[in-house]
């Protein structure tokens, strides 16, 4: 299967070739069409229905009526892919093959992608009920006089415009707007700095459970602003600790899939946290261990990372969680998928009980159940929309079945059709299935004249920063990519 995103166009087109099992639709609402193989009769369109955030989100927040940025544009090529007409120039650089790095390859003798299942074996679990813990302090949340005061029927009424359910005992109200949140003026002069409007749903009912010190499950899609929502309470909790030492580990610990996810919420956490001087590092499979090394021995308040680097420090005593008090696991469905339960679980026993945590996922199932049952106390869950899996309603799906050998014509008259149609500044996400998928489509498009640059899990982590810095500044309006871009990718220019 062939998955096409176009970028501010907000529609997707799906080309599946035959095989025996039926293809149906997606749930609810929205436009959405079907159509059939190129050879057949009665090529009618039946809706279906599904759905995206807008893209004038940033990091969550409503910035208001920004449009879709103005970068280069799609320049399409003389010769078509997969056709046997003229070739056109090549309009955008590109990574040459792929080489064997890091990263999450195919299950392999049942060892799921992602998964070592040796990681972790000389960490051991800590009995905390011997350690004599120093108290902190967690709850920092006071009410707002206007939020403290609202009724049950307007906080209810609220709740449905933003489709927020809410499970648990004594949730607070939610915010409506920033005035009335009870962050320092510190976290305040940088979201106006930021020039953000009005907070997220995520963020206006998550704000007040997350700066009460509970523990809390948000069940949202991605690009809804939960990275704000858990590292603004963040920033606040670190800075009502004591100070850390050379050799302390961190105090807030975020977990997440990937590396691209883990450097976007570095960033974030960059713009939030510089005015208190909170430091952050990012840890992640293919880089160089010893910068890493030398921000953790040093000493950093926030750490981002992915499981198994994490595990890899962890074990080696470069690092420890002993005065980690607030923990986040970020797309915890997706670190699942990829098999990264043991590491989490041997993660989460390096950490004392009485931590806060957060946890955050775009599906519900039931492992992601089970691991917040494990390991959250008396948590309260927000979920923004339906709990079951559907597309997004803002954006226009078409679903192509056609036989394999038609998917390149198919793909060459679309890409056609987007060149001479787009707006300029468009891009165009392509998922694939395989890694070699990936790359032969990729030098494909490139020999017919497209700018597209790919990205797997083979490609090492230069490679990668290089092929999202040409895609989002527009060199390149093309990424083929298999899943590892699926999720948490900003590719706004600029």
């Known amino acids: 299967m062939i998955k096409i995103a176009i970028h501010s166009h907000i529609f997707q087109v799906f080309l599946m070739s035959y095989g025996n099992r039926q293809s149906g639709g997606g749930g ?59 070739r056109g120039g090549s309009r955008g650089g590109g990574m040459g093959g792929s080489r064997p790095s890091f990263g999450s390859g195919p299950a392999r003798n049942g060892i799921p992608k992602g998964g070592n299942l040796s990681a972790g074996n000389r960490l051991r679990k800590i009995n905390w009920n011997m350690r004599n813990l120093h108290p902190f302090k967690k ?33 607070p109200n939610p915010i409506q707007n920033f005035s009335e949140t009870s962050f320092p003026d510190y976290v305040m002069d940088e979201i106006s700095k930021q020039g953000y409007d009005a907070p997220t749903a995520i963020q206006a009912q998550g704000w007040p459970i997350a700066m009460s010190g509970r523990d809390l499950v948000g069940i949202a899609q991605t690009g809804s602003g939960k990275t704000l929502a858990y590292i603004l309470p963040a920033i606040v909790h670190i800075n009502n600790q004591q100070p850390i030492s050379r050799g302390d580990g961190p105090i807030a610990l975020v977990l997440a899939p990937t590396r691209e996810l883990a450097q976007q919420i570095q960033q974030v956490a960059s713009d939030f946290g510089s005015t208190s001087y909170v430091r952050n590092t990012c840890i992640f499979g293919g880089a160089p261990k010893g910068p890493q090394a030398r921000d953790l021995e040093r000493g950093v308040e926030i750490v981002i990372a992915t499981p198994g680097r994490l595990i890899d420090f962890l074990e080696k005593g470069t690092t420890n969680l002993e005065r980690c008090t607030y923990l986040v696991l970020d797309e915890a469905d997706r670190m699942l998928d990829m098999g990264f339960e043991p590491q989490i ?28 049952e494990d390991y959250l106390n008396d948590y309260v869950q927000i979920n923004i929309g339906s709990l079951q899996l559907s597309a997004n309603h803002n954006i226009h799906q078409i679903v192509d079945v056609c036989q394999e050998h038609e998917k390149p014509e198919k793909l060459n008259a679309l ?71 699926a999720r948490g990718l900003e590719a706004h220019a600029g």
């Open 28 to 86: 609810g609402g929205g436009s959405s069409g079907f159509r059939g193989s190129s050879g057949a009769t009665g090529g009618g369109r039946n809706l279906n229905g599904n759905s995206s955030y807008g893209s004038s989100q940033r990091n969550g927040f409503d910035r208001g009526n920004s449009g879709p940025s103005r970068g280069g544009g799609m320049g399409r090529p003389r010769g078509g892919f997969g056709s046997s007409g003229g």
């Open 345 to 372: 679980r041997k993660i989460i026993e390096q950490i004392r009980p009485d931590r806060q945590t957060l946890m955050w996922s775009a599906t519900w199932p039931k492992e992601v159940k089970k691991l917040a």
């Open 415 to 485: 890409l056609q059709e987007i060149g001479n149609n787009a707006e300029a500044g468009s891009k165009i996400l392509i998922f694939v299935e395989t890694k070699k998928k990936v790359e032969d489509i990729t030098r494909q498009l490139r020999r017919y004249g497209w700018p597209a640059v790919c990205m797997h899990g083979d490609k090492s982590q230069q490679e990668r920063d290089y092929v999202l810095r040409e895609f989002r500044n527009g060199k390149s309006c093309i990424l083929v990519a298999t899943d590892v871009a």
């Open 139 to 171: 709850d920092f949340y006071k009410p707002h006089p206007v939020v403290a005061n609202r009724s049950n029927f307007e906080v209810d009424q609220y709740r449905r415009s933003k489709e927020v359910t809410v499970d648990g005992n004594l949730a």
